[in-house]
């Protein structure tokens, strides 16, 4: 039986993507071209450099690693304030009564996020007393799609693949689910999370009685 539930942060439990579109719209703006909402979807899930190099490319530009950096810098600044303002009104629908939910069934919970911010943004909506276990950008080497992310996190709950869960909105992160070996529940549109086990709109309808139909996918 599912024994762990491992939470993506950005657009999973918080609704952080308008604040990196701002900042990433802005840095565009800069650099002189336009970077709109659609344009935005490449960088669900997608590390801060990467994300960098999509904006870039979207512009015609390339750029010397120095420079690169320095906007990188300057884009996390902006969104730094922007994430420094949030309180815990702006954790998504759902979020915390499953969490709730799962600690009150005896599951471990964990995040697996890509963001160097997460301890900002968990710290400043209340979040972090419910995790027992957190693993975000700075403990990671390799980004989504890359498993390593959730392989940690189910290496510090001391809870084996099988027995894991991993809630992601973006297809990156849905691949690294798979990749770590883990049951998967895409949050969004199914037919962008296609590879998850089942795909539900938000938090609000997942429930613990439906982790067994988890169990029967991945027997
Ligand atoms: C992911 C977001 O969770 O974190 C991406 O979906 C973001 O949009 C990535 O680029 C890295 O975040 P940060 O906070 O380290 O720049
Ligand atoms: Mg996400």
């Known amino acids: 039986a599912i024994k762990a539930c491992l939470f993506d942060l950005d657009g999973v439990l918080v609704d952080t993507a308008k604040y990196h579109y701002l900042a990433w719209k802005r840095l565009a703006n800069e650099l002189g071209f336009e970077f709109t909402e659609h344009d935005n979807e490449k960088l669900k899930g997608?590390?801060?450099?990467?994300?960098?190099?999509?904006?870039?490319?979207?512009?015609?530009?390339?750029?010397?690693?120095t420079t690169k950096n320095e906007l990188a810098t300057r884009k996390n600044e902006w969104y730094f304030q922007s994430i420094m303002a949030m309180d815990q009104s702006e954790i998504l629908p759902g979020a915390l009564e499953f969490i709730q939910e799962c600690k009150d069934n005896g599951l471990k919970?964990?995040?697996g996020s890509a963001s160097k911010n997460a301890?900002?943004?968990l710290n400043n909506t209340g979040l972090t007393p419910y995790f027992d276990v957190i693993i975000d950008g700075n403990r990671t080497t390799s980004a989504k799609p890359d498993p390593e992310v959730f392989t940690l996190?189910?290496?510090?709950?001391?809870?084996?693949?099988?027995?894991?869960?991993v809630f992601e909105d973006a297809e990156a992160g849905i691949e690294a689910a798979r990749r770590a070996g883990m049951a998967c529940v895409g949050i969004g549109s199914p037919e962008t999370l296609r590879a998850a086990d089942f795909v539900i709109p938000s938090l609000q309808d997942m429930s613990v009685n439906r982790l067994p139909e988890l169990n029967a996918s991945n027997l």
């Open 46 to 65: 997608v590390s801060r450099m990467a994300s960098l190099d999509i904006l870039l490319s979207i512009g015609g530009l390339e750029l010397d690693e």
């Open 153 to 165: 996190g189910s290496t510090e709950l001391g809870i084996p693949k099988e027995q894991c869960v």
């Open 119 to 121: 301890m900002t943004i």
């Open 109 to 111: 919970i964990a995040l």
